[in-house]
């Protein structure tokens, strides 16, 4: 501006006065761009859930604290930089719940046995628009917990559940789930360590009947994801339920 002003007045600048303005108009900013402050503050709200969720135990121990969980991951689905999650790349893989308020998720904490890892495996289907998922739950024998913290190792082996899903795309946010293949490897009192690996009792549905119950289905029984970044995911069930899962590193 300096130097404008100045030629417009037939003045001439000295050379060291028009290399300092020159200097000064071409130094670099140290204000934030509008996507890194968005990044910043959607980072931070990502943080904060996954904090509260970790302090509410997954769900299992959310002493009186639902509400801001359920608030905190509304917050974080308004920041939600994946449009079209279904058909993003991001969506697969291995993801372990970080938090839920869904019941069925939670009831399994009625059970006398602990309740260990529970994680979501998403992999691409046959064909396009077609994924598939397994649900599985370790469930560990009382106090596991307790001797892992002691550094003991008790004579039972994990009982794993592992539910089979069949996806289809119904839109870039919502897939249709058809729950078609069952695998138990059981704890088994005469077995103390457990089965060998590969050992499983498994079951699954045919083609057809997938497709049957996929067209039967799919308005009333499906996943929405709402958030999807490259670490963290957060889903609804058609009754609003929350999963907020976390990959698996």
């Known amino acids: 501006m300096l130097i404008l002003a100045a030629a417009a007045a037939g003045l ?11 200097i000064l108009c071409c130094a670099p900013s140290d204000t934030a761009t509008d996507a890194e402050v968005d990044d910043g503050k959607s980072a931070a709200l990502v943080a904060d859930l996954r904090l509260s969720a970790a302090r509410a135990e997954r769900g299992f121990r959310v002493d009186g604290a639902l509400e801001e969980l ?5 917050a974080v689905e308004a920041a939600n930089p994946e449009p079209e999650p279904v058909d993003s790349p991001l969506l697969l893989g291995e993801w372990d719940l970080e938090f839920t308020d869904a019941f069925d998720v939670l009831s399994l904490g009625l059970s006398p046995l602990e309740v ?3 994680s979501q495996n998403v992999r691409a289907g ?13 469930l560990l024998p009382p106090l596991s917990s307790l001797a892992a913290a002691a550094s003991l190792q008790l ?13 289809r ?3 870039g946010r919502r897939v249709s789930l058809v729950f078609s293949k069952l695998r138990v490897r059981p704890w088994l009192p005469f077995v103390p360590w457990g089965l060998p690996d590969g050992v499983r009792l498994e079951a699954a549905l045919p083609s057809a009947a997938v497709d049957a119950l996929e067209s039967l289905t799919s308005s009333a029984v499906y996943l929405e994801t709402t958030y999807l970044d490259e670490g963290l995911r957060v889903a609804r069930g058609p009754g609003g339920e929350i999963y907020v899962l976390a990959r698996r590193r």
Not at 70 to 74: A, D, G, N, S
Request: some cysteine.
């Open 126 to 138: 046959a064909s396009a628009g077609e994924l598939q998922a397994e649900n599985i739950v370790e």
């Open 70 to 74: 359920r608030q905190k991951v509304e």
């Open 116 to 118: 260990g890892r529970i």
């Open 155 to 167: 004579p039972r082996a994990a009982t794993e559940y592992c539910v089979g899903a069949t996806c």
């Open 12 to 22: 001439q600048l000295p050379v060291t006065a028009a290399r300092r303005s020159s």
């Open 169 to 171: 795309r119904l839109s």
